[in-house]
């Protein structure tokens, strides 16, 4: 039998390592990386950095996965992803399969949270079905980044006895903010689809959360709208990539 | 100036304190802990646990504030809770206004996450507001029961691209499980909401999560429903109290 575990491992903050998660950290024998190439070279250091740092004083290895190209220009999203997902999951069952041995300890370092949009259980989980991979697999929670969104902005994600709805950026552009609902946590938008709420709605938005590179800014999309736009732009444009998600709260009816 | 910090630190399972927690534990000079009576004497002892356990090397008050009681059979639920809020603001005022000097470090902390189904902000946030405080506060995220129950069915809450719905026991009761989302976080739920949702639909339960009670169960509400309340009812009669989450994920319309 072989060992997986899938480790949380923050937002990017370093602090926001687990002691669950270090002890993990400090089983693995092997470290799966997936290899995306050069553009979030900020984000492999960063990884390095946390196993450095904690799982440091022993000999493991590093095994790098190469990513299949993933075709963005489907229109049919969740088809798209799920073939890619295909794809990954023969290179994971390829790699893990001859490089982590009988009886050994490997390890998978996700950013945030396993649990919160994210493939990498999915495709764990896919592999660990095939009888020919005697895999089995754990998963340790992580500080995702709306949590250290809200933790930032010194803010509750809730209101009091009132739902909260996760969502990503291209079905809040769909979907608009769900009736019934005031407060709207969005990930994984890539079009700023803020933009498109009623501008008195208040926006707590966050880029690189937890790193020396952090931005924050808050107030009605009216206000600071444009302002996040700009950074977001500016950002994305000097480091080649953005990790961004915002709070969306609606504005009360009856302001007090 | 005094400083205020609220420190998430878990749903339960020591280890899944962040070392940010663990650095803010050892800031602290003064705990302040909310006495909630004898029922939670477990909760009591498992934070002494964790403030020993990290920040035991140090001399540190700890320092109880009493609990307002709540009128749980009012009708105004939203009102009835922020009553109670400001008469607990009133209280944590005076206690922390007496007991925190000028240039200290207080603590409070927090089960879970400060940011989902906490009061604790909103009172903070209210008393540093008050300039006679003269208080400032910051805030470290906590892994949520929410993931920890995640990580322990070792699924993910969210499916590719689609929303992820947080909400009460009494909210999905009054709702539903809402048009248009497939998977749906429940808290707070005194009352077993879930026996009211499409049969088919999946529950992953789980209560006393990350602690040696721990109790984990899924299937359809059809398969396990039943399971789930008689070993709710169980527990609770047994521990005088319970803290418990779980996900309901639609069922699919065409099953593969």
Redesign the interface.
């Known amino acids: 039998m072989r060992l997986l575990l899938i480790i ?1 491992i ?1 937002a990017g ?8 998660a ?2 993990a950290l400090n089983r693995a024998d092997v470290f799966f990386v997936v290899d995306k190439g050069t553009d979030k070279q900020d984000m492999v250091l960063l990884r390095q950095e946390i196993c450095e740092r904690y799982a440091g004083n022993r000999s493991y290895r590093m095994v790098s996965m190469p990513e299949p190209e993933r075709d963005r220009r489907s229109p049919a ?2 088809q798209a ?2 073939r890619w997902r295909e794809e990954r999951a023969g290179i994971w069952a390829e790699v893990i399969g001859a490089e982590l041995a009988d009886g050994g300890c490997g390890a998978l370092l996700v950013w945030g ?7 990498t ?2 495709i764990v ?1 896919q592999i660990a079905g095939l009888p020919a991979m005697d895999l089995e ?8 980044s709306v ?2 969104l ?3 902005h ?5 209101q ?9 950026g ?2 809040l552009a769909e ?1 608009g903010i ?1 009736e ?2 005031d407060d709207v946590v969005v990930m994984l938008d890539a079009s700023c689809s803020f933009t498109a709420v009623d501008p008195g709605t208040e926006i707590y938005w966050g880029a690189y959360l937890g790193t020396r590179d952090e931005i924050l800014l808050s107030g009605t999309v009216r206000d600071v709208g444009g302002q996040i736009q700009a950074a977001r732009g500016e950002a994305r444009a000097r480091k080649g990539w953005i990790m961004d998600t915002y709070l969306l709260r609606r504005a009360k009816a009856n302001p007090a």
Do not use: M, N, W
């Open positions: 949380g923050g903050d370093p602090d926001q390592v687990t002691v669950q270090i002890k999203y969740r992803v799920e949270d396993p649990g919160l949009y994210d493939s259980l999915a989980e697999f754990e998963v340790i929670p992580g500080i995702s949590q250290a809200a933790a930032r010194r803010i509750s994600l809730t009091v006895g009132s739902p909260l709805y996760i969502t990503t291209r079905r979907d769900p019934h609902c």
